[in-house]
C-alpha cells in the first residue's frame, strides 16, 4: 500500500506562483508514472502532468510553459511548480502515482487563484 501526501496549495493572485509537492510512502513496484491531475469547481477530474521515473513529461495544453513538474526518485517525491498562475487554475490538485499494479491517489490540495 502507498500513500501519497501533498503539500503547497493556498490562495495567490493572478500572475503568482506556486510550488505543490508530493511524497510518496510505501513499498512501489516496477517503474511508476507520477502525476498530477485537478477537478475545478463544478467540473471533473482532469489530468494536469505526469513524469515517468525515467523524467518523461507529458503537459496538458494550458498548463504548458508555466507549469513545471519534477521527480526526485530517492525520495519518490514529485514537485509542481505553477508560474503565471490564472484564475481558471483554481481546482483541488490531486497526486496520482501508478505503478505496475496500483494506481494511488493523495487526498487534494486546493489551490486558488484570485483576480
Known amino acids: 500500500q502507498v500513500q501519497l501526501v501533498e503539500s503547497g496549495g493556498g490562495l495567490v493572485q493572478a500572475g503568482g506562483s506556486l510550488r505543490l509537492s508530493c511524497a510518496a510512502h510505501?513499498?512501489?513496484?516496477?517503474?511508476?508514472?507520477m502525476g498530477w491531475y485537478r477537478q475545478p469547481p463544478g467540473k471533473q477530474r482532469e489530468l494536469v502532468t505526469t513524469?515517468?521515473?525515467?523524467?518523461?513529461?507529458n503537459y496538458v495544453d494550458s498548463v504548458k510553459g508555466r507549469f513545471t513538474i519534477s521527480r526526485d526518485n530517492a525520495k519518490d517525491t514529485t514537485y509542481l511548480q505553477m508560474n503565471s498562475l490564472k484564475p481558471e487554475d483554481t481546482a483541488v490538485y490531486y497526486c496520482?502515482?501508478?505503478?505496475?499494479?496500483?494506481?494511488?491517489w493523495g487526498l487534494g490540495t486546493q489551490v486558488t487563484v484570485s483576480s
Open positions: 496520482n502515482l501508478r505503478d505496475a499494479y496500483y494506481d494511488y
Open positions: 510505501g513499498r512501489i513496484f516496477g517503474d511508476s508514472t
Open positions: 513524469i515517468t521515473r525515467g523524467g518523461s513529461t
